[in-house]
């Protein structure tokens, strides 16, 4: 194997490797989940298309740029020679006989870097008033999320067996907290759905982990709003059925250990839901 192709060989091995580590670590930071080896590939293969896709303007453009300054070499070994005829004093140094900086290479490990960079800053998502989001237990798809600015809007998808039981399967999107806090939001599905059951819920919860002490407020896919908790990690899921089904906005109130849910209809006016637990949280969660 030539020089040439050992080197090619070895410059794009090193890219793999750079843009692999890139996603993946852009994907864990984003997402903070265990790794799904079939949508990183997808990246992966995406950003490595690109990158080769960079190589042909990045070699027009190097090719062209030396074949100028080859051409200035060449003018000035052939002026030099001239004077060398007229003047014996003057002598071509070895350094001005030497070839010019191998712009293919400089070029391509600068697009290589480029690439590797707007992986590793420039691919972030835009959270708004949270840090991040994470797949709690197991999903039977990859989640999805969005978040409008303009709107003021998040929009969440993910299809896990439950919240309910001893485990949870669903996409959480979080920031940490401590001590007393309010959240409230109007919660609204998109389609009709398969499963009545299917819920989107205001969610203060200890860990990042499938079975953590967590309380909720749940609005279902048929209307049945509730407040669940679970009390002790890997315990069940116990809750509180409100009267009112499908209200407009939900809202959690953690006063002390105690957690209040409150329910607000056409008018946005909130009003007791009458469903109350008493569930300490420690630190921060």
């Not at 040439?4 to 890139?22: D, E, K, N, Q, S």
């Amino acid at each position: 194997m030539s020089t040439r192709a050992t080197a090619f060989g070895i410059y794009f091995g090193i890219g793999l490797l750079l843009l692999t580590v890139a996603v993946a670590s852009n994907r864990h930071r984003n997402r903070n989940e265990h790794l799904d080896l079939a949508t990183t590939g997808t990246e992966l293969g995406a950003s490595y298309l690109i990158f080769i896709a960079l190589q042909w303007p990045i070699w027009l453009i190097a090719t062209l740029v030396q074949r100028q300054l080859h051409s200035r070499r060449t003018r000035f070994v052939e002026f030099a020679r001239m004077q060398n005829r007229r003047d014996r004093s003057f002598v071509l140094a070895p350094s001005q006989m030497k070839s010019p900086l191998p712009l293919r290479v400089t070029l391509r490990a600068l697009s290589l870097t480029a690439v590797f960079f707007a992986h590793v800053l420039g691919a972030a998502e835009d959270y708004g008033q949270f840090s991040a989001r994470a797949e709690l237990g197991e999903l039977k798809v990859p989640s999805t999320f969005a978040y409008d600015a303009a709107k003021g809007t998040y929009t969440l998808g993910a299809a896990g067996l439950n919240m309910w039981a001893k485990r949870d399967d669903f996409l959480y999107v979080w920031k940490k907290a401590s001590g007393d806090l309010t959240i409230s939001a109007e919660i609204n599905f998109i389609g009709t759905g398969a499963d009545p059951h299917r819920k989107a819920c205001l969610v203060i919860r200890q860990a990042l982990t499938a079975d953590s002490v967590y309380v909720d407020a749940a609005v279902h896919g048929d209307g049945l709003t509730s407040l669940q908790y679970r009390e002790v990690i890997g315990d069940v899921t116990r809750e509180v059925q409100a009267n009112a089904k499908a209200p407009r906005r939900l809202r959690l109130d953690k006063i002390g250990d105690m957690v209040y849910l409150s329910l607000a209809g056409a008018d946005g006016v909130f009003t007791p839901a009458g469903s109350s637990v008493r569930l300490p949280f420690t630190g921060e969660f």
